[in-house]
């Protein structure tokens, strides 16, 4: 597109176009702008026109977009997105004004970590701030950049495509059950290896942190049980002989309620990153930048 068509863009159209490529339905986005459906529809047109696009294209009962308008669809909410930054008028934050959702995800350890100091948090300085807390998932970078969640946390270091900030480091204990035989004598390596474990592992691998320690001794683990969340495996530990290696925060929320006992691994094994993730169109963005700030208090960063 030459400058003097720039010029003469409709920059409402963009906004239409942003909406159409998020509802892929014509009457829904007419109400998230509060336009009539004939209105849309004739919007939906002028793109077709601009673009030379069928932008939306019916599918059995449903409409999905092009492959020209899939690729649109995220430089397309940048370029709003920064068109806001530049248009807007500056002013000073005030998180007791705020009235949108705080959109967290998170994986189950981490959940235990934050959410209840930030719930705390937001209800003291932001309490008309909902929190929303989904599981961190693969698909939540996907989701992150679609604005479809604001925040991520998970144990990895870095996430393609998103900024990040590690926000705490997560020692490991070994968790049985109250009463396990193993605890009557002192918990060697050896007879830590010789024990079924439970594995946390969203993705099903099976190797992990203990293992890659215990291969360094020449030694082996039967992984009796993958598991993809903390309290699965909590309670599969508390109603066997197996052990489980998890995060300490995890462990010690859990330990009194189903009766475990929390220890210290028998050979020294690397805690594990918690890092927090945002899509860098709102590194800029007040209400998140503040709100990034309280996840990494209530993690402990000060």
Known sequence: MERSQLAALDTNLLVALD??????????????????????SHTLARLRALLDDPIL????????????????????????????RVV??????????ERRPLRLAAVDFAQALVVPPLHRALQ???????LVV????????????????????????TVTGLRSREIHRE????VLRRGHPALRTRLTVKRFAALDHVLISPAGKV????????????????????????????????????VLTCGQRSAESVRRYLALEVVAPPLPIEGFPVSMFWHERHEHDPFLAWAR????????VR
């Open 171 to 174: 020692p490991f204990v070994c």
């Open 134 to 157: 989904l599981p961190f998932q693969p698909a939540s970078a996907a989701a992150l950049a679609r604005d479809e969640i604001d925040l991520g946390i998970s144990g990895s270091r």
């Open 293 to 300: 700030e309280q996840v990494a208090a209530a993690a402990g």
């Open 19 to 40: 909406a159409l490529l998020q509802t892929r339905h014509v009457e829904r986005a007419a109400r998230r702008l509060s336009v009539s459906p004939s209105a849309m």
């Open 88 to 97: 807007a008028a500056p002013k000073r934050f005030d998180p007791a004004a």
């Open 124 to 130: 003291r300085e932001a309490p008309s701030v909902d």
């Open 207 to 242: 190797i992990g942190s203990v293992g890659l320690a215990l291969r360094k001794r020449g030694l082996r683990r039967r992984i009796a049980a993958v598991v993809p969340s903390f309290h699965v495996a909590a309670e599969i530990v508390a109603g066997s002989d197996a």
């Open 57 to 84: 294209v019916r599918v059995g009962r449903q409409m999905a977009a092009t492959a020209r308008a899939q690729a649109l669809a995220v430089p397309l909410r940048d370029g709003l997105a920064l068109l806001e």
